[in-house]
């Protein structure tokens, strides 16, 4: 059974950066593409970023593109989110993701993923 555990989370100033860290068990990490998504008060859980299972394709949402990266370490069974110039905007519970089909490209549809964290808080004060 695949067990997904973040960290990182916390309150912020804007224009501050944190990283979160997302760790693996259960199946061999690096088969799989990983994703970060997010779910702000009131708002449907949305897609933030997305790595290949190699790492060698990433894909990200266009709110957070050029702010956010996200990494893998495949010899720690991490997935990271290095989250850069945070707005008030970006407040929201986030959440990591890992695929359910193993060798796939970066993807960013939620019905792609089957096993989820139990998310870490991030609140950005303006």
């Known amino acids: 059974q695949v067990q997904l555990v973040e960290s990182g989370g916390g309150l912020v100033q804007a224009g501050g950066s944190l990283n979160l860290s997302c760790a693996a068990s259960?199946?061999?990490?690096?088969?799989?593409?990983m994703a970060w998504f997010r779910q702000a008060p009131g708002k449907e859980r949305e897609f933030v970023a997305g790595i290949s299972w190699g790492g060698g394709s990433t894909l990200y949402a266009d709110s957070v593109k050029g702010r956010f990266t996200i990494s893998r370490d495949n010899a720690k069974n991490t997935v990271y989110l290095r989250m850069n110039s945070l707005k008030p905007e970006d407040t929201a519970v986030y959440y990591c993701?890992?695929?359910?089909?193993?060798?796939?490209?970066?993807?960013?549809?939620?019905?792609?993923?089957?096993?989820w964290g139990q998310g870490t808080q991030v609140t950005v004060s303006s």
């Open positions: 259960g199946r061999t990490f690096s088969n799989y593409a």
């Open positions: 993701a890992q695929n359910r089909l193993s060798f796939t490209t970066a993807q960013a549809q939620e019905s792609r993923f089957n096993s």
